[in-house]
Nanobody, 118 residues
Framework: QVQLEESGGGLVQPGGSVRVSCTAP???????MGWFRQAPGKERTLVAR????????YYADSVKGRFTISRNRAGNTIYLQMNNLRPEDTAVYYC????????????GGQGTQVTVSS
């Protein structure tokens, strides 16, 4: 199982911003890296991902225009900048990687809690 280092998150007021980060081992070759989230009682869903080859981003409709995914130069760390946060964004955010040769995402961290509340 891949080990991913997730950080960031926390408690933020509605309309506020927060950033989460995730670092994967440099030795693994990836097709993409992304962020999923899971709210209590709900399924884990893809929020955003970035292709390793060209940096092309994808966003779920619910976060388009508010969230931005980016990566570092080495391509093994990704960031999710979350702006204009809403209470419905409250969830545990999980980082995941899609390895070369695989069509599935792998999770490798504990997740990081983002709570949007006044």
């Amino acid at each position: 199982q891949v080990q991913l280092e997730e950080s960031g998150g926390g408690l933020v007021q509605p309309g506020g911003s927060v950033r989460v980060s995730c670092t994967a081992p440099r030795r693994i070759a990836t097709v993409a890296m992304g962020w999923f989230r899971q709210a209590p009682g709900k399924e884990r869903t893809l929020v955003a991902r970035i292709r390793s080859s060209n940096g092309e981003p994808y966003y779920a409709d619910s976060v388009k225009g508010r969230f931005t995914i980016s990566r570092n130069r080495a391509g093994n760390t990704i960031y999710l900048q979350m702006n204009n946060l809403r209470p419905e964004d409250t969830a545990v955010y999980y980082c995941a990687v899609q390895r070369v040769g695989s069509n599935q995402y792998e999770f490798g961290g504990q997740g990081t809690q983002v709570t949007v509340s006044s």
